[in-house]
Antibody, heavy 120, light 108 residues
């Protein structure tokens, strides 16, 4: 059974940093692309970042470029999103997602989400 | 950036009826389109990819069609568990991978 578990969200002040994480099991984790997608009520779903199996390809949404960093540790089946210079617009549920084999930008398995709230 | 536009914003349907949701891309994306279902408090669920291929364990009442810029998700006979928000997403060529703004399917 595939499981993706997100963690690390919380309340953070504007301008501060936060790291969210996910751990996946039941997948050939080290062979597949992973992503972060966020959801906020006013904005719907928004793709945030992607990282290929060997970290050789990384991409970011324009809205987070230069502030967020995606990384992975295949030995720990984990993906991370380091977020800095946070603003209230970054408040959302953050979901770690797995890229479907052969269609790496189709999100087939999702974590339960971790809530990030940016507020003073 | 490819803009995905969904219509209608809200669809009121009675259980057992057919629901038809539309998604338009601002430029051709071939068949590189996915559909997701999102219920409150849950993670989104992949329904369709390749515009018309059902994902694993997705019931046959969900079907997708279209190519180029115009796409449709059809739910042939709505069940109570199908009331949710539905998003389309393109994955053509390169990022950003953009979603539509969503269509809420509600009980009539």
């Amino acid at each position: 059974e595939v499981q993706v578990v997100d963690s690390g969200g919380g309340l953070v002040q504007p301008g501060r940093s936060l790291r969210v994480s996910c751990v996946a099991s039941g997948l050939k984790f080290g062979e597949d692309t992973m992503h972060w997608v966020r959801h906020s009520p006013g904005k719907g779903l928004e793709w945030v970042a992607s990282i290929s199996w060997n970290s050789g390809y990384i991409a970011y949404a324009e809205s987070v470029k230069g502030r967020f960093t995606i990384s992975r540790d295949n030995a720990k089946n984990s993906v991370y999103l380091q977020m800095s210079s946070l603003t209230p617009d970054d408040s959302a549920f953050y979901y770690c997602t797995h890229g479907l084999r052969g269609y790496s930008a189709v999100f087939d398995y999702w974590g339960q989400g971790t809530l990030v709230t940016v507020s003073s | 950036e490819i803009v995905m536009t969904q219509s209608p914003a809200t669809l009121s349907v009675s259980p057992g009826e057919r629901a038809t949701l539309s998604c338009r891309a601002s430029q051709s994306i071939s068949s590189n389109l996915a559909w997701y279902q999102h219920k409150p408090g849950q993670a989104p669920r992949l329904l369709i990819y390749g515009a018309s291929t059902r994902a694993t364990d997705i019931p046959a009442r969900f079907s997708g069609s279209g190519s180029g810029t115009e796409f449709t998700l059809t739910i042939s006979s709505l069940q109570s568990e199908d009331f949710a928000v539905y998003y389309c997403q393109h994955y053509n060529n390169w990022p950003p991978w953009t979603f539509g703004q969503g269509t809420k399917v509600e009980i009539k």
